[in-house]
Each structure stands twice: as C-alpha cells, then as structure tokens.
C-alpha cells in the first residue's frame, strides 16, 4: 500500500521579524521622504527632471519594502511519499525552495525533540524547520547521514498521519530506542 500525505507547517512571526519589518517600513518612507521632499528642494524647481527621477525611485523604495516584508512569511510543507521525505521552504506564498530529501529508512535516530539530549553530538548540520506557534505540538528529531549536508539533525514539527508514515519505514530498532526515550 502506497503512502502519501502532505503538511503545511506556518512559521509565525516572532518579535525580532516583527522588528524586521518595523525597520523596513521607516526605511523605505525615509528614502520616499528624501526623494520626494529633500531632494526636489536642493535641486530647485529649474531642474524637473531630477525630481521625477528622485519621486519615481521614493515610490520604487515602497515597492521594494513591499516585497522584503512580504518574502518574511516563511511555510514549511512536509511529503512523505512511501519512504521519501521531502522539506520544502514556502517564502512569501511564492518561491519554494527544496530544504532536502531523504530516506526514512536511513534514519538512524528519531524521536520526540529535547534540545537537552543533542547538546554534545557533533551533527555536521542541523535543519530546522517547524512552526513556533503554541498549538504545533512537539517537536521530532530525525539524525541521518545526508550526501550534502553529512551527519544531519533534522527538526520539524509532523502532524499524526506524517508521524504515523513515518513509523511504518523507519527500522524497528529505532522505534524501540524513541520509546525508551521517551518514558
């Protein structure tokens, strides 16, 4: 029987991207203000073309901030097909980006997620990649060797049917392991 299921995972806003977004939107009204008021006035009203030119890149400032905050939405979209795991990055609702692929069946560790457990491992790289909202649930863990990356933890936030397909590729053993873990 094959398996396939699919999850969307939102990164809510923290307050540093709140922040983020603060600093863009005064930014972008300094730069409109300088072009459209300071500018026009240095150059006096001899020189129109120079206020055009410096209206039309104010307004070009807007659109650019317009863009930076969209691109800080940030989804996370979990698809487990059979024994293929892929993360993908959603930024903005408009580019995806391939986090990794990988085989469930080459995990060599999983489990719930305590950061207290992977203090001292040594992982050549870690992949976070779940929500922060309240109601995500626990994280899990995944360690596995990646072509890429190498030795890799992975972070990521599946619902039941994700977990679920999960359990039902990753080797025996390691399954046992979590559960001891856990208790």
């Known amino acids: 029987m094959d398996i396939f299921h699919e999850q969307l995972v939102k990164h809510h806003r923290t307050a540093v991207d709140y922040l983020k977004i603060v600093g863009i939107i005064i930014a972008a009204l300094l730069v409109l203000f300088i072009c459209a008021v300071i500018i ?73 997620y305590r950061p207290e457990d992977h203090r001292e491992r040594g992982y050549t790289s870690t992949v976070l990649c779940c929500g922060v909202s ?20 992975l972070i990521f936030n599946p619902d039941d049917k994700i977990v679920e397909g ?8 390691i399954l046992s392991k979590a559960k001891q873990q856990s208790r």
């Open 40 to 112: 026009p006035i240095l150059a006096g009203s001899a020189v129109g073309m120079i206020s055009t030119i410096s209206l039309l890149v104010g307004v070009a400032a807007l659109f650019g901030a317009y863009y930076l905050i969209v691109n800080t939405g940030v989804e996370y979209e979990y698809i487990l097909t059979n024994n293929d795991l892929d993360i993908d990055k959603i930024i903005g609702k408009r580019k995806r980006r391939r986090l990794l692929s990988v085989k469930v069946n080459t995990f060599e560790d999983f489990g719930v």
């Open 134 to 153: 309240v109601g995500a649930g626990d994280p899990y863990y995944a360690v596995f060797e990646h072509a890429s990356f190498g030795k890799t933890l």
């Open 166 to 173: 999960l359990k039902k590729n990753i080797k025996p053993w």
